[in-house]
Structures are given as structure tokens and as C-alpha cells.
T-cell receptor, first 110, second 114 residues
Framework: GQQVMQIPQYQHVQEGEDFTTYCNSS?????IQWYKQRPGGHPVFLIQ?????EVKKQKRLTFQFGEAKKNSSLHITATQTTDVGTYFC??????????FGGGTRVLVKP | NAGVTQTPKFQVLKTGQSMTLQCAQD?????MSWYRQDPGMGLRLIHY???????DQGEVPNGYNVSRSTTEDFPLRLLSAAPSQTSVYFC?????????????FGPGTRLTVT
């Protein structure tokens, strides 16, 4: 089945700084979803990307799907303490079967 | 709407015991799934269902059974608990529309097997 790898595994960010987390696949993906999980919480859907080269923004979050549809990125500008959590990418198959990446755990230093 | 609900929130089992994790959704979603999340790791699909009466295996199905007798409920049964099944279990549901759809997750059940 499809697999997605996320880097980095951990991201320590100074409050106010920007960072990017990446999601990579060895195969072409039909779609990619991003979820955020706060510590002790459950995953919450952020966005879905479907088209090659697609870019979507949600306030300080920018999501991109690669031209070859083999990678995706999440860029956060001006990091805040509310951004703490683990960000997962996931690719889907028929029946909404999701394969999740290992996640990037984000820690914010005030 | 309550969304996706899971019970219990916490459970401790002894090796060899069986139990059922409950999951219910009130959004009339056709698709439902069970995932497990081990410490510091991503989620792995255990079983999923595309509608009442239809279930299929995911990535890590061994030691678990599911059934889907109604659209609302999707219980997960542990047949004979093992320490390797210590994990956080999440149930999720989604619409069955064209393409991939947003998954709504329940709050999770934290299971410890001793």
C-alpha cells in the first residue's frame, strides 16, 4: 500500500518564527490530507489537497501539494503557542482508508 | 450533534481478557474506521466499514473483530487482550461522497493491558 514519510519528527520552534514540515511519498498520490492533534487530544482535519501544485492557506498555515503529487508541505508563519501539537499528513484510498505519516511533533519555545 | 463518541475513555485489562470498545456517530456517515496510535507514532488502520453490514481489514487487524449492524455503531472487539495491544484507539467516520472526505475522530479510548 501507499506510504508517506514525514520530516522532521520533532520541530522545536521559537515563538514568532516560521517553520515547515514535509510529507513525502515514493509513489504518486491522488490526494493528501493534513490533521492536527493537540497533546492528549484526537486528530482534527485541517485541509485536503487534490490537484498538482495546489496551494491552500488557512490564516498562518500554508499547505502545498507538489507538482508530481509525491510530496506535500505545511508552512506555519509567526508560530504561536496555540500551534503546539502533532501534525499528520495522510493519503487516502477507496473507502476513505487513510494511511498516516508518523507526524511532526511541534514544540514552541516562548 | 454529538459527533463521534467513544466509550470507555480509559480501560485496564489483564492479559487474556476480552472487551468491546464502543463507537457511535450521529452524522449519518457511511464510512467508519478504527485506528490505533502507539506512543510517539502515527495512526494505523485496524478495520474499516463502508456501510452497514460491510467491513474489511486494515493494516493491523490481528486480534481484533468488528461488526457493523447499524449505520450509527461500529464496535471493536478485542478477543484475547495482549500487552502489545496497549494503545490509544480512535474511531473515525466520514461521508461517502465522491473522492476522499474529511474524517471526524472520536476522543479516543486509552487501553492498558497488563
Amino acid at each position: 500500500g501507499q506510504q508517506v514519510m514525514q520530516i522532521p519528527q520533532y520541530q522545536h520552534v521559537q515563538e514568532g518564527e516560521d517553520f515547515t514540515t514535509y510529507c513525502n511519498s515514493s509513489t504518486t498520490l491522488s490526494n493528501i490530507q493534513w490533521y492536527k492533534q493537540r497533546p492528549g487530544g484526537h486528530p482534527v482535519f485541517l485541509i485536503q489537497l487534490v490537484k498538482s501544485g495546489e496551494v491552500k492557506k488557512q490564516k498562518r498555515l500554508t499547505f502545498q501539494f507538489g507538482e508530481a503529487k509525491k510530496n506535500s508541505s505545511l508552512h506555519i508563519t509567526a508560530t504561536q503557542t496555540t500551534d503546539v501539537g502533532t501534525y499528520f499528513c495522510a493519503c487516502g484510498a477507496a473507502g476513505n482508508k487513510l494511511t498516516f505519516g508518523g507526524g511532526t511533533r511541534v514544540l514552541v519555545k516562548p | 450533534n454529538a459527533g463521534v463518541t467513544q466509550t470507555p475513555k480509559f480501560q485496564v485489562l489483564k492479559t487474556g481478557q476480552s472487551m468491546t470498545l464502543q463507537c457511535a456517530q450521529d452524522m449519518n456517515h457511511e464510512y467508519m474506521s478504527w485506528y490505533r496510535q502507539d506512543p510517539g507514532m502515527g495512526l494505523r488502520l485496524i478495520h474499516y466499514s463502508v456501510g452497514a453490514g460491510i467491513t474489511d481489514q486494515g493494516e493491523v487487524p490481528n486480534g481484533y473483530n468488528v461488526s457493523r449492524s447499524t449505520t450509527e455503531d461500529f464496535p471493536l472487539r478485542l478477543l484475547s487482550a495482549a500487552p502489545s495491544q496497549t494503545s490509544v484507539y480512535f474511531c473515525a467516520s466520514s461521508y461517502s461522497g465522491r473522492g476522499l472526505n474529511e474524517q471526524y475522530f472520536g476522543p479516543g479510548t486509552r487501553l492498558t493491558v497488563t
